[in-house]
């Protein structure tokens, strides 16, 4: 057989995942503002613009929704004091009642000064950073795999339905997968480094030091190096230092690398300690000011149980399921779906990490290391978090349908990878493809089949006579309903927003025709299916309401709004002033 036709072959599979690697940074592209801001990502908006210390919770009176639109924007700013003010601002904002270090919103604060503050705009940072994620996944694969394993580890991190999600997220977690991947690649250059400058300097016997390939047991090859000593300490210091400014967690990533030091240059520990150190020690102006700050206002007991022993263990395995589902399988999908599916899904996801770890672990001398690597990145934080959590009594690693965990997700696909690539054989070639196009089928099918388009329906009944004085009604005062509302309907004199739980939402509106008589001329009443800082509202309640409205104004449409997930339900009743009472 001609040597050329296997290098073809070659050739052809590299073009396939890199078309595939292509068409999800383009779904990437395209689907910056398909969808509207969900609940967390308007505040992340409002503590990017720095004006959270100006937010107020609606009172049982109606206020100018437009006065809450221009927290949603950049303060007017006269010069530099009162830019530094706006800076000064956004860290009182973060520290007094944000859970998560200001990396990203630092970072996005300036992206909001650089492009504005649409979909497109905001998300377009996220975007941008988990391409650069997808390519350093292909630098990380590379030194374990190779040059094909790591366009395999790339193509199987862009398709990743979970990923994509996130990428597209105005949130902290889609950063946390791009310096999860640069640390840990940096520490594997600085080991390869070292190593290949211990043997070209001869400092020690041959056989009293193995050579990084020989420690690695062919996990790896020496490859020329690209870069010097210098980058490589910087980026890896770097990363993990932006990682816990940008995400407290990240600290169980920090135990992992600390145990790949262990098991590939336990001899120079002391070395990757002291960098490991700088990059904590760069965080420290912040945890002393505003970590301090942050736990006073942290609601850890959310997280706790008082469920029996048996009750609570099994909880914690659904925990570790439902993680490995969502990351692997169903990606956002499991905003829409019964908690159930994401255990099967994570049954099924753990079988096929069972079975290339077995795989990789019969090929023994030549896969252990890379085994023990892939399963130290993708499982260990897990267990590590797993333990914390059951030392505490909490539930934390499932947090936000696995969103705390985000961290173990490049380690996970690395294993898939590895099984792929090592030990697959000739199925290699038909078992990455059919893999990979069903993951971007999930992803693809989840942004064309589940719009998120609420609130501009709700704005499209206003715009129908944008002069008319109209109330809106919501019975929840949770800022993310009341910030979205703000953002999409626009600002004018004539909408105003009367926002309170269910059981006080009648005798408020009441109160307010009694003291107003005849202000407004439209009524747009937004029932929630999930006011999240009350209960929902009864169909006593929403009688009461109804009752106190149809004194004065007729019903003229019924809509039920929703999106990717419960936060998006709601029931919207739009009312007109009746002809007999004008």
């Not at 050329?4 to 595939?20: A, E, G």
């Not at 801001?37 to 908006?45: A, G, I, K, P």
């Not at 090859?221 to 010097?228: A, F, I």
């Not at 009648?506 to 009443?525: C, E, G, M, V």
Request: proline letters at 5%.
């Amino acid at each position: 057989m001609s040597p050329s036709f296997p290098t073809s072959l070659s050739l052809r599979f590299s073009s396939i995942l890199l078309i595939l690697i292509a068409i999800a940074v383009l779904l990437r592209v395209i689907n910056l503002g398909s969808r509207e801001f969900w609940y967390d990502e308007v505040l992340s908006l409002l503590l990017a613009t720095g004006q959270k210390v100006a937010y107020q919770t609606p009172k049982d009176a109606p206020v100018l929704l437009a006065d809450y639109t221009t927290l949603l924007q950049l303060p007017v700013e006269h010069g530099v004091h009162e830019v530094l003010e706006t800076g000064k601002n956004l860290l009182k904002g973060i520290a007094g009642g944000e859970p998560h270090p200001p990396l990203f919103f630092l970072t996005q604060h300036l992206w909001l000064r650089l492009f504005g503050n649409s979909e497109a705009a905001m998300r377009s940072l996220g975007a941008g950073l988990s391409v650069g994620a997808i390519a350093s996944a292909f630098g990380l694969g590379r030194i374990l795999l190779g040059q094909q394993g790591g366009l395999l580890f790339s193509a199987l991190l862009a398709v990743n339905p979970y990923y994509l999600f996130h990428s597209l997220n105005v949130r902290m977690y889609g950063p946390i997968v791009l310096w999860t991947i640069l640390s840990a690649w940096a520490l594997l250059e600085l080991i390869s480094l070292e190593r290949t400058v211990e043997q070209e300097r001869g400092t020690q016997n041959g056989q009293q030091e193995k050579s990084f390939r020989s420690k690695l047991s062919s996990v790896t090859k020496v490859t020329p190096l690209q870069s010097s000593a210098l980058l490589w300490n910087l980026l890896f210091i770097t990363s993990v230092a932006a990682g816990l400014m940008t995400f407290y967690l990240f600290a169980y990533w920090l135990l992992a690398l600390a145990a790949i030091v262990l098991v590939l240059d336990k001899s120079r520990w002391w070395q990757h300690g002291l960098r490991l150190g700088a990059g904590v020690m760069l965080t420290m102006p912040w945890v002393v000011w505003g970590t301090r700050q942050q736990l006073h206002n942290a609601d850890l007991e959310r997280f706790s149980t008082s469920a029996g022993s048996i009750e609570t263990g099994w909880r914690h395995i659904q925990d570790v399921l439902q993680i490995l589902g969502i990351h692997l399988i169903l990606g956002d999908w499991i905003t829409g779906l019964p908690p159930i599916c994401a255990t099967v899904a994570g049954g099924v996801a753990a079988l096929m990490r069972l079975v290339c770890a077995i795989a990789l672990w019969r090929q023994q001398t030549l896969t252990s290391n890379l085994l023990t690597v892939t399963l130290l990145m993708g499982i260990f934080p897990l267990l590590v978090g797993l333990t914390a959590d059951a030392i505490a009594g909490k539930f934390t690693i499932a947090f936000g349908w696995g969103r705390a965990t985000i961290f173990i997700l490049p380690g996970c696909l690395l294993l898939l990878a590895a099984g792929i690539e090592r030990a697959a054989g000739q199925w290699k070639r038909p078992i990455a493809i059919a893999l990979l196009m069903l993951l971007l089928s999930i992803g693809i099918a989840d942004f064309t089949a589940r719009p998120r388009w609420m609130f501009h329906q709700v704005a499209d009944l206003i715009e129908q006579d944008s002069t008319a004085p109209t109330l809106i009604l919501l019975d929840s005062q949770a800022w993310g309903h009341v910030m979205r509302l703000a953002y999409y309907i626009p600002p004018t004199s004539s909408v105003w927003l009367l926002a309170q739980p269910s059981a006080k939402l009648a005798p408020a509106l009441d109160k307010t025709f009694l003291s107003q008589p005849k202000p407004y001329q439209r009524i747009l009443w937004l029932d929630s299916a999930e006011p999240l800082w009350s209960t929902p509202s009864t169909l006593s309640q929403r009688q009461q309401v109804r009752e106190i409205i149809e004194r004065q104004f007729q019903l003229l449409k019924t809509l039920h709004l929703s999106g990717t997930m419960d936060l998006d339900r709601f029931s919207v009743k739009f009312y007109q002033r009746s002809a007999s009472d004008s």
